[in-house]
């Protein structure tokens, strides 16, 4: 007898039928205001915390999570010494809880996004060099045919892009995969290399060189992002593989603002990527005194990619801006 396997389809499933599975959380009362708590909890570790995010007060928090557990008969959290921590059984009903609210969005977003006819919006991330140089040509290409979408990008560090994007407060990012999270739970593409630079003020005293060394650079005061994040480690790499001790007069801090305000003022040098550099030092304000130093050695940092979490369709807007993106990086790469 043989038999005939057909493609699984959610079309052909009758949610209503008793074969569909347990629905006894939401007949016993689990409701939509309980799934934002718990993935509040989660997200804070503070009930005062996820009380403000719901906008109630702390004992109306703490009633609603002990609604939560005579729902689930089960311990869903523990008091810590500074604040509360889910169990095991807690931490699987975030997980889910998490899906299922960004699954609403999303239809929130589809639906008007089909409404407006051609609108929506795109939350996105990236690092610094991939936002000026890949980014910026896009979003120019977007506003001029789809002037209705909304654009809402954040430049931050991939440490922090990467739980944003697990947290479902991006649509995808461009980054890389921090070391400690688990690289199963992304989709990646890799789209370019960021190549890094040494930015002085224009009357630097190595500006009268014609290439620095290591050596060279070593003395002076530095500006680097703060430690543990890839283009510092990237730099204090290349010191060590050349057997150069590391700067010790250091100045951290993530702002390129306040960066190239200290370097402007100062004999301070930064590291920050070739495509930044070249952006400052093309502006007509006191960034244009921005240069890079000539140096006799590479600074290359890891490759970054277009990412997005396993499991999680883009939207159409989304879907747009990053197919847009991933063609620029390709234009570029020549």
């Known amino acids: 007898m043989a038999i005939v396997s057909e493609p699984f389809s959610m079309d052909h499933v009758d949610i209503h039928s008793d074969n569909f599975g347990d ?33 109630i007060s702390q004992p109306a928090a703490s009633r609603m999570l002990s609604e939560m557990e005579s729902i689930t008969k089960t311990s869903l959290y523990e008091r810590v010494a500074r604040g509360v921590v889910l169990t095991t059984f807690g931490a699987a009903l975030a997980r889910r809880a998490r899906k299922i609210l960004l699954e609403l969005r999303e239809a929130s977003r589809e639906i008007g996004e ?47 892009l990467a739980r944003e994007l697990l947290a479902a407060r991006h649509d995808f990012i461009i980054g890389r995969i921090p070391d400690d999270l688990n690289p199963r739970l992304f989709e990646v593409t890799e789209i370019g290399i960021e190549r890094a630079c040494l930015i002085v003020r224009s009357s630097h005293p190595l500006m009268k060189q014609k290439t620095s060394s290591l050596a060279d650079v070593r003395d002076y005061d530095w500006v680097f992002q703060p430690p543990g994040t890839l283009l510092r480690r990237t730099i204090e790499d290349v010191f060590l593989s050349r057997g150069v001790a590391l700067p ?18 100062t004999d301070a040098i930064a590291p920050v990527a070739v495509d930044v550099a070249q952006f400052l030092a093309s502006q007509g304000s006191n960034a244009s005194d921005v240069r890079m130093l000539p140096i006799d050695f590479d600074i290359n940092v890891k490759p970054y990619s277009m990412i997005t979490a396993r499991e999680r369709a883009l939207p159409p807007s989304a879907r747009l801006l990053y197919d847009i993106i991933l063609e620029e990086s390709r234009k570029q790469a020549g």
Not at 25 to 30: H, I, Q, T, W, Y
Not at 136 to 149: D, E, F, L, S
Not at 248 to 265: F, G, K, M, R
């Open 114 to 160: 089909l409404k407006s006819g051609k609108g929506g919006s795109v939350f996105i991330g990236a690092v610094t060099a991939p936002a000026m140089s890949l980014v910026v040509p896009a979003i120019n290409k977007v506003r001029k045919a789809y002037p209705g979408i909304e654009i809402n990008i954040q430049v931050e560090t991939s440490n922090v």
């Open 23 to 55: 629905d006894s959380l939401l007949r016993a009362g689990l409701k939509l205001n309980h799934l934002r708590m718990i993935v509040a909890i989660e997200d804070s570790g503070q009930i005062s915390a996820a009380a403000d995010v719901l906008n």
């Open 248 to 265: 010790e007069n250091i100045v951290n801090t993530s702002s390129l603002l306040l960066t190239c305000a200290i370097i402007c003022e």
